[in-house]
C-alpha cells in the first residue's frame, strides 16, 4: 500500500527566503504527483501536477520535481512572501489507479 | 466559472439521522472524489467515480454510499451517520487522463 510522508510537519521562514518542502512515497509506480494549498479552513488548491514521465513543473515562484525512483519530490519556493503561509499538501495517484494518496502536509509560516 | 460546489458547508446532525452531502461540478469531469479529512490523519479517500454509474470504494468507505446517476453529481449518503463520522469532507473532480484533482470548498460535519 502507498504510503506518502511529507517532512518537515511545519516550518516558519523569514520573508524573502527560498525554501524546499519535500514529499517521499514508498510505491514508485505512479502515474502522477500533485502540490496542493490548503490555507485554513479551506478547500484545496491545485499548484502543481508532474506526470510520471516528467522531470519538473514550473509555475511562478514554485518548481516541483519528481525523482520516480527514489520517490521522492520536492517544492520549491522561490522568494518566501507572508501570502505562502499555509499547508502544503503532495498526492501521489498510483499507476492503474483512481486511487489517490496523499501525505499529512507541511505547514508554512512566512514571518514578515 | 469553473468549479466543484458542496452542500450544505456546515452541518450538525444526530446520531441515526440520514443525511446527503451534494457535490457538483461543471466542468464535464468524468472523475468524481469524495475525501474525509481528519487532525492527525490527514486525507483519506471514501469513495470515487470513473463515469457515470461507475463508482468504487476508497479506503475508508465503511458507513457511507455514493452514487453517479448524472455526470456532473456526486452524492456522498450517510445512511445512519455516527460521532466518528465528525469530520470535514471534500469533494474533487478531475479530467480523465490527466487527473488534475479539483477540489469543492469542503462540508464541515458533526455529528453528536
Known amino acids: 500500500k502507498q504510503e506518502v510522508t511529507q517532512i518537515p510537519a511545519a516550518l516558519s521562514v523569514p520573508e524573502g527566503e527560498n525554501l524546499v518542502l519535500n514529499c517521499s512515497f514508498t510505491d514508485s509506480a505512479i502515474y502522477n504527483l500533485q502540490w496542493f494549498r490548503q490555507d485554513p479552513g479551506k478547500g484545496l488548491t491545485s499548484l502543481l501536477l508532474?506526470?510520471?514521465?516528467?522531470r519538473e513543473q514550473t509555475s511562478g515562484r514554485l518548481n516541483a520535481s519528481l525523482d520516480k525512483s527514489s520517490g521522492r519530490s520536492t517544492l520549491y519556493i522561490a522568494a518566501s512572501q507572508p501570502g505562502d503561509s499555509a499547508t502544503y499538501l503532495c498526492?501521489?495517484?498510483?499507476?492503474?489507479?483512481?486511487?489517490?494518496?496523499f501525505g499529512k502536509g507541511t505547514k508554512l509560516s512566512v514571518i514578515p | 466559472e469553473a468549479q466543484v460546489t458542496q452542500n450544505p458547508r456546515y452541518l450538525i446532525t444526530v446520531t441515526g439521522k440520514k443525511l446527503t452531502v451534494t457535490c457538483s461540478q461543471n466542468?464535464?469531469?468524468?472523475?468524481m472524489s469524495w475525501y474525509r479529512q481528519d487532525p492527525g490523519l490527514g486525507l483519506r479517500q471514501i469513495y470515487y467515480?470513473?463515469?457515470?454509474?461507475?463508482?468504487d470504494k476508497g479506503d475508508v468507505p465503511e458507513g457511507y454510499k455514493v452514487s453517479r446517476k448524472e455526470k456532473r453529481n456526486f452524492p456522498l449518503i450517510l445512511e445512519s451517520p455516527s460521532p466518528n463520522q465528525t469530520s470535514l469532507y471534500f469533494c474533487?473532480?478531475?479530467?480523465?487522463?490527466?487527473?488534475?484533482?479539483?477540489f469543492g470548498p469542503g462540508t464541515r460535519l458533526t455529528v453528536t
Open positions: 474533487a473532480s478531475s479530467l480523465a487522463g490527466r487527473y488534475e484533482q479539483y
Open positions: 466542468m464535464n469531469h468524468e472523475y
Open positions: 467515480s470513473m463515469n457515470v454509474e461507475v463508482t
Open positions: 508532474i506526470q510520471s514521465s516528467q
Open positions: 498526492a501521489v495517484r498510483g499507476a492503474g489507479s483512481y486511487q489517490l494518496t
